[in-house]
T-cell receptor, first 113, second 114 residues
């Protein structure tokens, strides 16, 4: 079955540590890729997206993600996390020209001050 | 600013009750979606609609139905609520013609079925 996999369920880091959250998908064909973030008690909001062009995309709050087509991956990175990055992070995929989005199970990030 | 609003933040219902969850968006989006969010399972698509009076089943439509009578409003209906429908329900909307298909989310409704 087609799916989106996030390898880490819960990541705990200290402030200033580097972050990489894995995301792999199993869809063939052209895809649009997203990372959403949900801060405690808040809406899901878009962190960054890829739909064409440079496979390294930059988002808000210093986050970036790299699309590696050969690996079906779209990993999220941040060189130095802050306590305020504590949140749940969701990877999502849409097949090009499709309407419905598929989400990974989410990764909970806890940043210790 | 895009705004997606949901009628309730918290709802408590009894088994067997009919439950209506309402969602309204103010950005003239064609597409609207209902998800449920459960720990360890992420967001799972229940139903979506790409136009008024149109609906498509998502991955977990059983026990749910939807209604889209107006472009800005998308309702999720639990015909006879059961305890396994206790969850967080998220509504989202997007443009149909946008290449990026970014979805905008509401604040969610936390439903408890007793």
């Amino acid at each position: 079955a087609q799916s989106v996999s996030q390898h880490n369920h819960h990541v705990i880091l200290s402030e200033a540590a580097s972050l990489e959250l894995g995301c792999n998908y199993s869809y063939g064909g052209t895809v649009n890729l997203f990372w959403y973030v949900q801060y405690p008690g808040q809406h899901l909001q878009l962190l960054l997206k890829y739909f064409s062009g440079d496979p390294l995309v930059k988002g808000i709050k210093g986050f970036e993600a790299e699309f590696i087509k050969s690996k079906f991956s779209f990993n999220l990175r941040k060189p130095s996390v802050q306590w305020s990055d504590t949140a749940e992070y969701f990877c999502a995929v849409i097949l090009y020209n499709n309407n419905d989005m598929r989400f990974g199970a989410g990764t909970r990030l806890t940043v210790k001050p | 600013d895009v705004k997606v609003t949901q009628s309730s933040r918290y709802l408590v219902k009894r088994t067997g009750e009919k439950v209506f969850l309402e969602c309204v968006q103010d950005m003239d989006h064609e597409n609207m979606f209902w998800y449920r969010q459960d720990p360890g399972l992420g967001l799972r698509l229940i139903y979506f609609s790409y136009d008024v009076k149109m609906k498509e089943k998502g991955d977990i439509p059983e026990g749910y139905s939807v209604s889209r009578e107006k472009k800005e409003r998308f309702s999720l209906i639990l015909e006879s609520a059961s305890t396994n429908q206790t969850s967080m329900y998220l509504c989202a909307s997007s443009f149909r013609t946008s290449r990026s298909h970014e979805q905008f989310f509401g604040p969610g409704t936390r439903l408890t079925v007793l």
